[in-house]
């Protein structure tokens, strides 16, 4: 069974820009989280879905935002970008309905110039 | 809201257990896990447990929870160089995949 995939894998951006990151889930897994790492803040939070519908949100400003399609493939976006956005993006997906294990992918690491 | 502590470093020799700890604050924290990450990795699930258990054993891998203390260990029985990494303790409430994680314990094996 395929993991959790996460594309890209690296990019570089400038300041300013946008960003779109996405999310595969495993085969059959129907929620979809999202977490922010970096060396200052560790693991953080962003969001939850399940089934296409946002349950949980992060401390994080508006300019973070997420969805998840009816395939429960998941796309986060980054308005704006600033210099303190340079992260390890996680995406970590699960079957819901109760079963704890949450599988993580191998993240997209983002580096805003 | 829930803060999840760990030491920052454990230095073990190979064959030796290695014992990684962790607190939690928040009493209602029903799951607790346990995540292994190497360099350039993502997070690898280890194991979790209830908050109803005192003990689950998986393997090498034995997690104790004493939940009046909200104290979580994570003892690997046996240890050896490929488990070098870091190693983080997480908590969540029943109803959510929300996880608030410590900020990793990276252990290091001496051979």
């Known amino acids: 069974k395929a993991g959790v995939t996460q594309t890209p894998r690296y990019l570089i951006k400038t300041r300013g820009q946008q960003v779109t990151l996405s999310c595969s889930p495993i085969s059959g897994h129907r929620s979809v989280s999202w977490y922010q790492q970096t060396p200052g803040q560790g693991l953080q939070f962003l969001f939850e879905?399940?089934?296409?519908?946002?349950?949980n949100k992060g401390n994080f400003p508006g300019r973070f935002s997420g969805r998840q399609f009816s395939n429960s493939r998941s796309e986060m976006n980054v308005s704006t970008l600033e210099l303190g956005d340079s992260a390890l993006y996680l995406c970590a997906s699960s079957p819901g309905q109760g079963v704890r294990e949450l599988f993580f992918g191998e993240g997209s690491r983002l580096t805003v110039l | 809201g829930e803060d999840v502590e760990q030491s920052l470093f454990l230095s073990v020799r190979e064959g030796d257990s290695s014992v990684i700890n962790c607190t939690y604050t928040d009493s209602s924290s029903t799951y607790l896990y346990w995540y292994k990450q190497e360099p350039g990795a993502g997070l690898q699930l280890l194991t979790y447990i209830f908050s109803n258990m005192d003990m689950k054993q998986d393997q090498r891998l034995t997690v104790l929870l004493n939940k009046k203390d909200k104290h979580l260990s994570l003892r690997i029985a046996d240890t050896q160089t490929g488990d070098s990494a870091i190693y983080f303790c997480?908590?969540?409430?029943?109803?959510?995949?929300?996880?608030?994680f410590g900020k990793g314990t990276k252990l290091s094996v001496i051979p």
């Open positions: 879905y399940f089934s296409e519908t946002q349950r």
């Open positions: 997480a908590a969540s409430g029943a109803g959510s995949y929300q996880l608030t």
